[in-house]
């Protein structure tokens, strides 16, 4: 979920508008009648190399021209950059900057700008915030609907960054932001250039300089080296939430580049060795992490508000902005690739909820810029929606803007081969857009009562569009179910049998039966079967639910074992940011700071929460560093700060290699062995039997706090589960198996390594002999607040 501030950058001053511009929106009228006989007659003079040809004005027959007007339609020839580059009309589609054979295409939307003009830069003028080149677009000769488009042939181009001036009516209560003064970023763009160095303002302190876009190259160098997508079963996934600048950036990673893309690559096989087979990155769309730094020393650490979402986060790359952003585009590929090699699926959060340009003191940066009342949620009088908490909402179901978030999609899965994709705040997506103009929305005056907007609606477009959309078909979709507005669509998400969800009641489910609140036996055994409540009678199964304790928002799991209370100070708002239900329980004493019965008990509640994930039906996912017990010092809102409290720490985690870290590892490698853990359906009651402390006698009473089952499994015969979160300690009988005996596997109660007993382990034999007397009775003592696993073995 993205955090809850508002946007307190005021908006830049940017560049003024040429002082030609307004001659050139009076002049465009007189040059109308010339545009099509004087272009027609220069054969392909409107259109872009290879494209096919069509009239962009009336074909009528004209008077026969005189010498004058002769004249005239020669001036209609333009060129750029002192005649090196020629300006032709373009083609409307597709949108973005295309590279074709002897130069790039541009077109933007813009339904109410009254004059554009693509402004192109060198990247030195760039930094100087000079424009190198602009080029007005004829609102005839480059305009078709409400596309703007030209063509720029020649090489030189390629060497340029681009943005757009527009110009039109300025009213924000009427929506309405078209601004002259500022040049905006094409939310086509591929890659954003800017500042190039991670937390360094540019010249001047200044936060906002000024972006633009890279114009894409005719052809990609990158070598794939033969990747193909590796559309693993989502039954199967272990999915790892991972902040990609926090994996590497402290000093002990050890990496020659800390905080980005390549050095990220260093640490893969240290996933592949913990058992993850799906990395689900934070946002990683250009955003800008000193988005409050004008206003305060905060940084956008998470990256929850992005700038453009086609375009990778530069300075993500060891490279920066170098080579125009491709260095970041390539860099990403990398990861991607390296990442699928060691069979690892990656997944992107993305944020099509809102973006960083706030409510209407924000900057104007791109989407305001461009058309307002398409890209945002708007009211009557031009005020924004806040079903995001931060400051704005993107406007998803607009047929304009589902289309842009399609083709970004698209994109992803296709240029840079991702996976699939996590939907932060998907609620929004579900919500009706704007009815600016019912006659173009419905095709028609809406009779009757009005889908207000923000309206949920049962088949939102977008989500529609993105189900059945042919290219996205097989990728992974994963919703937030909720927004800031307070709708909350967990297990009722629309779905279309495709679309998988952050289980928040699973989180909130476990969270209440491990620490040993009564009156949750019934709904935590409801977790450990895939959430069917939820899921089943829809038609969709287990691993629709990706289940989670932790995430990237709340409590790590070791400050959900050590603290009651939440510590957001250092993020500067009084402690008022942060939820305040967090469901924790100190296990005794508050903070890190305890005696060493209480740091006990506190690593049986951290394995007993990861056992409870690895033996769910459905799909795990944990939060980077969890792994090996990452503190956050009690803050559970940690968005703002770049510094260790958001880094994985290495150091910590070699600490801690022989403890925490190695449970987890062999836990996940448990699940993947056993293939009764990752089920296709539900589990039947032939598959599945409960049981209390004595077999076959589940306890489904208000103050039961014990939880137990057994599961038929191919691989290891039968296994047997029990979770005893009473603060009493408790011999519980085991299911008679003739011919056979029950040896422990995993007892959380027990010190590593006894915790979870390997093969390799020197005295494994051992270990189980001291408690053949218990074994050989069918019986297991379990400690106050621990869980077991044991396998059935053949009694030889």
Not at 340 to 358: L, P, Q
Not at 608 to 633: A, I, R, W
Request: charged share 20%.
């Amino acid at each position: 979920m993205a955090q809850q501030l508002p946007c307190v950058s005021a908006a830049r001053p940017l560049l003024a508008a040429p002082a030609g511009l307004g001659l050139w929106r009076r002049a465009a009228r007189g040059r109308r009648a010339n545009v099509a006989r004087g272009e027609r007659r220069g054969g392909a003079g409107l259109w872009a190399a290879g494209a096919t040809a069509r009239p962009v004005a009336s074909l009528a027959v004209e008077p026969e021209a005189d010498e004058d007007e002769e004249e005239a339609e020669e001036e209609v020839e333009r060129y750029a950059f002192g005649g090196a580059c020629r300006v032709l009309a373009g083609m409307p589609a597709p949108l973005g900057a295309t590279a074709l054979d002897g130069g790039v295409n541009f077109a933007v939307y813009s339904s109410g700008a009254t004059a554009a003009s693509l402004c192109l830069f060198s990247p030195d003028d760039l930094k100087a915030e000079t424009v190198t080149e602009e080029v007005p677009l004829d609102p005839v000769r480059n305009r078709t609907g409400n596309v703007w488009h030209v063509f720029i042939q020649g090489e030189k181009v390629h060497a340029m960054l681009y943005g757009y001036r527009f110009d039109g009516v300025f009213a924000p209560e009427r929506g309405q932001y078209y601004d002259a003064s500022n040049i905006v970023v094409d939310p086509y763009a591929k890659a954003v250039v800017s500042r190039g160095e991670y937390g360094v303002p540019a010249p001047g302190e200044d936060c906002w300089p000024q972006m633009a876009g890279m114009i894409p190259l005719p052809h990609s160098t990158f070598d794939w080296q033969g990747d193909l997508p590796l559309q693993l079963h989502q039954k199967d996934l272990v999915i790892y939430e991972m902040h990609l600048r926090g994996f590497t950036k402290h000093d002990s990673s050890n990496t020659k580049h800390p905080g980005t893309y390549i050095g990220a690559v260093s640490k893969l096989d240290y996933l592949k060795e913990l058992g993850v087979n799906c990395i689900e990155l934070m946002p990683c769309h250009e955003f800008n992490e000193l988005e409050y730094f004008s206003s305060s020393s905060k940084m956008n650490f998470w990256g929850y508000s992005t700038t453009n979402f086609f375009s990778p986060m530069s300075r993500y790359s060891s490279g920066g902005i170098r080579n125009s952003g491709l260095d970041a585009i390539n860099e990403f590929k990398v990861f991607v690739r390296e990442a699928h090699k060691r069979g690892i699926e990656v997944i992107m959060d993305v944020v099509f909820n809102h973006t960083a340009e706030g409510n209407e003191k924000g900057p104007i940066l791109s989407f305001r810029g461009i058309d307002n009342s398409t890209y945002y949620m708007l009211a009557p009088k031009g005020e924004f929606y806040n079903y995001s908490g931060c400051g704005n909402t993107f406007n998803c179901n607009h047929p304009v803007v589902r289309e842009f978030i399609v083709d970004c999609l698209r994109y992803w899965v296709t240029e840079m081969h991702v996976d699939g994709f996590r939907f932060d705040l998907a609620s929004i997506m579900t919500r009706a857009c704007s009815l600016w103009d019912p006659v173009n929305v419905y095709g028609g005056p809406m009779d009757g009562d009005m889908i207000t907007t923000g309206t949920p609606l049962v088949t939102p477009p977008l989500v529609d569009m993105i189900s059945n959309d042919p290219i996205l078909g097989g990728v992974k979709l994963i919703a937030e179910a909720w927004d800031a507005g307070g709708l909350y669509q967990v297990g009722h998400f629309p779905h279309w049998n495709i679309w998988s969800e952050w289980n928040g009641k699973y989180r909130d489910t476990v969270r209440q039966f491990i620490k040993g609140t009564d009156g949750f036996a019934g709904a935590f055994a409801e977790c450990l079967c895939g959430s069917p409540q939820l899921y089943q009678a829809g038609g969709r199964k287990p691993w629709h639910s990706v289940n989670f304790v932790c995430a990237h928002d709340g409590f790590t799991l070791a400050d959900l074992v050590t603290y009651n209370n939440k510590y957001n100070m250092s993020n500067g708002e009084n402690n008022r940011d942060g939820e305040n239900h967090n469901l924790s329980w100190n296990c005794g004493e508050e903070g890190e700071f305890a005696s060493l019965s209480v740091r006990r008990l506190r690593k049986r509640q951290m394995r007993n929460f990861f056992v409870c994930l690895m033996v769910s039906q459905g799909v795990p996912m944990f939060y980077m560093g969890d792994e090996y017990g990452h503190t956050k010092g009690g803050n559970n809102n940690t968005y703002c700060h770049d510094h260790y409290v958001n880094y994985f720490r290495w150091d910590k985690k070699e600490e801690q290699s022989s403890d925490l870290y190695r449970f987890c590892r062999l836990m996940t490698k448990f699940r993947k062995e056993c293939e009764s853990l990752g089920l296709e359906d539900f589990p039947t009651s032939e598959q599945l039997h409960w049981h209390g402390h004595q077999p076959g006698k589940p306890d489904w009473s208000e103050g039961s706090r014990f939880v137990a089952f057994s599961m038929k499994d191919e691989t290891k015969g039968e296994i047997y589960v029990a979770f005893n979160t009473s603060h009493l300690p408790v011999v519980v009988g085991l299911p008679e198996r003739p011919g056979f005996r029950w040896e422990p596997v995993v007892d959380t109660g027990k010190a590593a390594p006894y915790d979870f007993l390997t093969d390799d382990l020197p005295d494994r034999a051992l270990t189980i002999k001291q408690f053949s007397h218990f074994l050989n009775s069918n019986l297991y003592p379990m400690l106050s607040y621990s869980s077991i696993i044991l396998v059935l073995h053949p009694d030889i």
